[in-house]
């Protein structure tokens, strides 16, 4: 099992920059494929990025792709959504989550773990 601590959430101008990371607990963190989800104001949660046990498959919702880069640094247990160009239409709860999946998948049903959560709000 793994724990996950997401930081780096705030407020920020349209056309800003933020970088999310999420810290996991324990020994076995390169075992686990990772993803970044998020939830807008009253609407269902969307995938947004998605990263491979080594960081050498990425996969990105077409609304996010050219702006968000998701990496991760297994050494530190860490994995980070680096978002740039912001949009008001980003503003959102973003979610670190985990999964054991043997491939990679952008379905939420499909992650094990998961963050608590922190907001992003992008204003105009």
């Known amino acids: 099992q793994v724990q996950l601590v997401e930081s780096g959430g705030g407020l920020v101008q349209a056309g800003g920059s933020l970088r999310l990371s999420c810290a996991a607990s324990g020994r076995t963190f390169s075992d686990y494929r990772m993803g970044w989800f998020r939830q807008p104001p009253g609407k269902e949660r969307e995938f947004v990025a998605h990263?491979?046990?080594?960081?050498?498959?990425?996969y990105y919702a077409d609304s996010v792709k050219g702006r968000f880069t998701i990496f991760r640094d297994n050494a530190k247990n860490t994995v980070y959504l680096q978002m740039n160009s912001l949009k008001p239409e980003d503003t959102a709860i973003y979610y670190c989550?985990?999964?054991?999946?043997?491939?990679?998948?952008?379905?939420?049903?499909?992650?094990?773990?998961w963050g608590q959560g922190t907001q992003v709000t992008v204003s105009s």
């Open positions: 990263i491979s046990w080594a960081g050498g498959i990425t």
């Open positions: 989550a985990a999964t054991t999946a043997v491939k990679s998948t952008i379905r939420a049903a499909e992650y094990d773990y």
